[in-house]
């Protein structure tokens, strides 16, 4: 049962409201605000929003919604901590925008400048790539590249983070494709920590949070002073709500009126409220302007009226119904956050949100689209209908053709033949092993990443994760030499929906003898 219809007000009578409001209003009043907000938690089975709008100097709308945890049912408020996941890459932009108005660096410089033990997989990748590479996912690795090192609850060193990166193959050249890669930022980090002898969260709790007055924010969990007040995170099961686990990673955790002083920051040039320069013009303008294009997507173009997409530095950046649109999202397990603005209108909305959906960029959207249509796009509804034909389409998939039931045939190996150490360069251990009858998966980094593997056909099983949460069950097939033995073993995602930071296809995992 879905339980946000439990506390709210139907999804009929928001339909109903909504439909009225964004007809009647081109920009939406707290009521019609609320009806959104409301709606995206009944159909997109959300327990806890915090919603913030800001336009110039002033916060117009701040407000909690639902519910920290559906265990607790502690009220969602605006002191309510979210993780805010990758929008942590604008503070760090922000972070080395400090360094390069203090001269300290240069966003041309080179990487290997600061940190000498920094290898590509390419020598003369390694001696070209600078910090602006860092931050603009052109470094021509696939999508997600190594994730798995520190996904969904992995825990490498920057240390042992950078060592991994000459192991990991590009899928284009250098600079000439976008692919989202999340260690380079951690790679960026260590610069922060080199040029400023402090960890990159020290300097931006010092640097950035404190002088922005953001007391509810901090840059590690372990400098959270009042767990109480974190919202918990969830993930859909099989259409259930549940509870899952938190990786205590060193993301920014931060609450509503946090996250909205952070945006005032940008739209008031860099100044503090006190008109104090902060962070110069000239170094927002270099977050802000495009450096690696990106492809359009389809909805982009029927509904927003989008002509071009690009990354700048921690930032996204496209045209809006013909204005400049520029925001981040961020996602951790059961937690996905969105940040948007539009700086021609002087304004900006901020969603977090406690639940793995759509539902935090779908509210900044629409919001920001009323500031400038006389009909707005609701693009809740869109997805709340995108998520209703995705389902149709796994259920009748499962029926046509469900590839990871149990075959009734045993594999062709005796199953002892199967346990054994895996070893991948880049990754390091996984290890299956007998138990019972069965045979068992375990990911060395990773304890949510342990799980039974089922037989399907040949010597190709389906890992399922202990943790159904994780919705990323994998396929393995291991690879036989000559002489019947096993070498190794390959692995893939079942699901096309499995979030990309999960790159099993990225792993090479081969038997120690």
């Given amino acids: 049962m879905n339980y946000i219809k439990k506390s709210v007000i139907t999804g009929t009578i928001l339909s109903q409201l909504l439909l009225t409001s964004l007809c009647a209003s081109a920009k939406l009043k707290h009521e019609q605000i609320d009806a959104l907000v409301e709606k995206a938690q009944v159909e997109l089975n959300v327990p806890g929003i ?42 760090r932009t922000a972070a080395l925008s400090l360094l390069v108005d203090q001269n300290k660096i240069g966003w041309d410089d080179k990487v290997i400048d600061y940190l000498p033990h920094f290898r590509m997989y390419d020598p003369w990748v390694t001696q070209e790539f600078t910090i602006r590479d860092l931050l603009s996912h ?15 609850d992995a825990r490498a060193t920057p240390d042992e983070i950078i060592k991994a990166l000459r192991y990991l193959k590009p899928e284009s050249s250098f600079r000439s494709e976008y692919a989202y890669d999340n260690l380079m930022y951690i790679v960026a980090e260590e610069i922060i920590r080199v040029v400023t002898r402090m960890p990159w969260h020290k300097y931006v709790e010092k640097a950035l949070i404190s002088p922005l007055q953001m007391t509810g924010c901090v840059a590690s969990p372990s400098r959270i002073s009042e767990p109480s007040k974190r919202a918990t995170a969830h993930m859909e099961v099989n259409g259930e709500l549940k509870t899952t686990f938190f990786k205590d990673d060193d993301l920014v955790n931060c609450d509503i009126l946090g996250m909205a002083k952070w945006a005032q920051l940008f739209l008031a040039k860099g100044k503090l409220p006190n008109g104090q320069v902060l962070i110069s013009e000239q170094q927002l303008q270099e977050m802000w302007k495009p450096v690696t294009l990106q492809k359009v997507p389809y909805m982009a173009k029927k509904y927003s009226q989008t002509h071009f997409q690009a990354y700048g530095l921690g930032w996204r950046l496209k045209d809006f119904h013909g204005h400049l649109h520029v925001s981040h999202g961020g996602a951790v397990q059961g937690m996905t956050s969105h940040i948007a603005f539009l700086p021609e209108k002087d304004l900006a909305v901020i969603a977090l949100t406690n639940q793995w959906s759509r539902a935090a960029q779908g509210l900044t959207a629409t919001i920001l689209e009323s500031y400038i249509e006389e009909q707005p796009t609701n693009y809740i509804d869109l997805y709340i209908e995108g998520n209703a034909r995705y389902k149709a389409y796994k259920k009748q998939q499962k029926n046509d053709s469900e590839p990871t039931s149990v075959n009734a045939a045993i594999p062709p190996l005796d199953i002892n033949q199967y346990a054994g150490t895996y070893h991948d360069d880049w990754y390091g251990k996984v290890y299956v092993k007998v138990s019972g009858p069965k045979l068992k998966i375990k990911f060395s980094r990773s304890e949510a990443l342990s799980g039974s593997l089922t037989h399907l056909e040949g010597n190709r099983f389906v890992a399922k994760w202990t943790d159904r949460t994780l919705n990323a069950d994998a396929y393995v097939n291991f690879e036989v030499d000559f002489k019947g033995s096993i070498t190794g073993l390959k692995m893939k995602a079942v699901s096309r929906s499995t979030d990309f930071s999960y790159n099993f296809h990225d792993l090479n995992l081969k038997k120690k003898l």
């Avoid at 110039?56 to 002191?79: F, L, W």
């Avoid at 470094?139 to 969904?152: E, F, N």
């Fill in 50 to 91: 915090a919603l913030a709008i800001v336009k110039g100097d002033e916060v117009i709308h701040a407000k909690g919604y639902g519910v920290q945890s559906i265990d607790s049912n502690t009220p969602t408020s605006t002191d309510t901590l979210f993780q805010v996941g990758s929008i942590s890459k604008s503070f």
């Fill in 138 to 152: 052109r470094s021509g690795l696939p999508l997600g590249a190594g994730d798995l090192l520190q996904w969904p």
